[in-house]
């Protein structure tokens, strides 16, 4: 089946309680990003805002490795 925004996955991959910004563009494409590709993914972190998300270790906010 083809993948578009209206078909994405019903998991949810970003986990609630992170730490950016409300309505943030970033996170809102990350969380369609990570339904897309149905957890199939490992993430590297860039030095962005996006380390805010991921948070500290061992706490993270995303189910992906």
Do not use: F, W
């Not at 897309?36 to 061992?58: K, N, R, W």
Request: aromatic content about 4%.
């Amino acid at each position: 089946m083809k993948i578009n925004a209206v078909n994405l996955n019903v998991k949810e991959y970003m986990l609630p309680g992170n730490r950016l910004c409300p309505g943030c563009g970033l996170s809102l494409a990350y969380r369609h990003i990570l339904k897309a590709l149905d957890g199939q993914a490992i993430v590297t972190v860039p030095a962005s805002c996006l380390t805010v998300l991921h948070g500290m270790y061992p706490v993270t906010s995303v189910a992906v490795p």
